[in-house]
């Protein structure tokens, strides 16, 4: 009998050895057209499987992720993971730098693990315009069941994805870009696709239950406009940015910039009737305004009227309330470990690169510049021209310089795959310094960076004495105000190629973009993983035999 139950007991553990790996999730998404009215008016927009903002991805740390992936547009069409680390795994990052696109008709399976992020995400195209007309929808990691989060399991977990609105096509956005002119302002503002118009008719988006707690994870997942959210009657404490706990401060209005994600905790403490979530447009000559109601359960009585003044006015505001960020550094979660150390202000600095925005006309057309490249994507993507090891047939290392240096008389734009050589695991400052009189964001694939600074002018190495190295909150987005200048430190740890690129469409389209190439000294599978058999080929890579794969 002791031999039969210690055979058994083997045999469970060798069970749970050989089927030790972290769970799967897996979707298939069917991409299409489908007529719908964000604005009340009818028109063409992005849908998978068949729904407007797409399906929701809800998974816990470390799953992995299958999505399988179905074009059925007539245009070439790429999903990124906005704020997904991708850890070793470029390969899956979806955008033209990383992946040849998938082509009308087929499909393509993203495979990815989540690692040890949790919080608040979302995906959306890469490819041409779609971001402006859909195909985006929200991730949410949770926490593991044995890591606890710095506040109480709320009685629900709501998604608000807010976003300005264009009524034209994609095609035809797309087509005023190509022939050299602007998009223009947007048409409006939807949040979850729809727009409310803050006069009582619209149904409920959400409903809660008098005297709980809920989670509202607000991304804005706009192409050109920063949006400011309020909840009437209702105080929001901040609990969480980009994956990363915050100190929990209470707020009235929050601004929420260009791909930026954040959570907050609302109770359901007011008086049991209708209220207006409010999204509002920031930094535009006009406000443009939506609503989506939350109802309270068994209440009674519509929302109050919108007031003249549902947003605060100028920059200056927005940059007091960045100053109030802080990362909570008592969380047991969702805190990234630069070097091994939470102490970030104590890692030596080994490379700053400065990066300058500017813009001008090349051949009659707008281009958007970093230290004079103005991107553009190449038939070969870049990771795969690396791959192949025909990187000097598709681009050149070095065109954009750690330094901007102003041309001497006319504004000088190279046009041209902006590729930037960095050392792998090297601690480095990137500088991003707008000389635009716009607000800007920026985002980085492959990487939450800590957001030390952010201030008007232009940056000198003397402002380092203000950065916040104690406490800063790790993220992956980043605004500039106008004429002004954003400084953040990274560790590279993650070998690949990732994207650096500007959240406004139109000038990420125009050029505002480059690529970070983090080589690690030896190819090997214990810093990067192959390229997926799956793969899709494509460029001058399409017959070439494969290459030998990495080996630990």
């Not at 992946?99 to 979302?122: A, E, L, M, R």
């Not at 535009?284 to 009585?301: D, P, Q, W």
């Not at 929302?303 to 008592?330: D, H, I, V």
């Not at 190449?378 to 690396?386: G, N, R, V, Y």
Request: net charge neutral.
């Amino acid at each position: 009998m002791n031999k039969q139950i210690i055979s058994f007991v083997l045999l469970l553990l060798f069970s749970c050895l050989v089927h030790g790996e972290d769970p799967y999730l897996t979707f298939e998404w069917k991409v299409t057209y489908g007529t719908i009215s964000p604005l009340g008016i009818p028109q063409q927009v992005i849908l998978i499987n068949g729904q407007f903002p797409g399906p929701k991805i809800n998974c816990t740390s470390n799953n992995n992720i299958v999505v399988n992936v179905i074009n059925q547009l007539d245009e070439p069409f790429l999903i990124t993971w906005k704020g997904i680390q991708q850890r070793k795994n470029s390969w899956q990052d979806g955008t033209l730098g990383t992946n040849c696109p998938i082509p009308p008709g087929k499909n393509f399976t993203y495979h990815f693990q989540v690692k040890d992020q949790i919080g608040s995400y979302y995906y959306h195209p890469t490819t041409a315009l779609h971001r402006a007309v859909g195909g985006y929808g929200p991730i949410t990691i949770y926490s593991r069941a044995l890591i606890p989060v710095p506040f109480d399991t709320p009685a629900d977990d709501f998604t608000v994805l807010v976003s300005d609105w264009y009524s034209k096509s994609h095609k035809a956005l797309k087509d005023l870009l190509d022939t050299g002119r602007s998009l223009g302002s947007p048409d409006g503002i939807v949040i979850n696709g729809k727009s409310g118009k803050g006069d009582g008719k619209d149904e409920a988006m959400f409903t809660m239950v008098k005297d709980k707690t809920y989670r509202f994870r607000f991304c804005n997942v706009g192409t050109k406009d920063t949006i400011n959210v309020r909840i009437q009657g209702h105080t929001m404490k901040l609990v969480e940015m980009e994956g990363s706990h915050t100190v929990q401060n209470l707020y009235e209005l929050l601004d929420i910039h260009l791909g930026q994600c954040l959570s907050v905790l609302i109770t359901a403490n007011q008086n049991p009737k209708d209220y207006f979530i409010v999204a509002t447009s920031r930094f535009t000559k006009e406000s443009r305004v939506a609503t989506a109601t939350l109802h309270y359960a068994n209440g009674k009585g519509g929302a109050a009227p919108l007031g003249k003044k549902e947003a605060p006015e100028g920059w200056e505001w927005s940059l007091n309330q960045f100053n109030s960020f802080r990362w909570n550094l008592t969380a047991s979660s969702a805190r990234p470990n630069p070097q091994g150390s939470y102490h970030y202000g104590q890692i030596n600095i080994t490379r700053t690169i400065r990066l300058v925005s500017t813009n001008g006309v090349v051949n009659g057309k707008q281009r958007y510049a970093i230290n004079g490249v103005s991107h553009t994507d190449p038939e070969t993507p870049i990771k795969l021209a690396q791959y192949y090891g025909v990187a000097d047939k598709v681009f050149k290392y070095g065109l954009c310089k750690d330094e901007y240096i102003p041309p001497s008389g006319n504004e000088v734009i190279t046009i041209a795959p902006n590729v930037v050589n960095v050392t792998y695991r090297n601690f480095v400052e990137i500088i991003l310094e707008n000389h635009e009189e716009s607000v800007q964001s920026w985002h980085l694939d492959g990487f939450n960076f800590f957001a030390v600074a952010i201030a008007p002018g232009r940056w000198k190495p003397e402002m380092r004495q203000n950065y916040n190295l104690l406490d800063a909150v790790s993220r992956s987005t980043i605004q500039v105000y106008p004429n002004s200048w954003a400084a953040i430190i990274t560790t590279l740890d993650n070998a690949g190629l990732w994207n650096l690129r500007s959240n406004a469409l139109e000038k990420q389209y125009l050029g505002h973009q480059l690529y970070f190439s983090v080589n690690a000294p030896n190819t090997s599978l214990k810093d990067e993983y192959n390229m997926p058999d799956n793969d899709i080929l494509c460029g001058i890579i399409k017959d070439l035999p494969h290459p030998k794969p990495y080996s630990i």
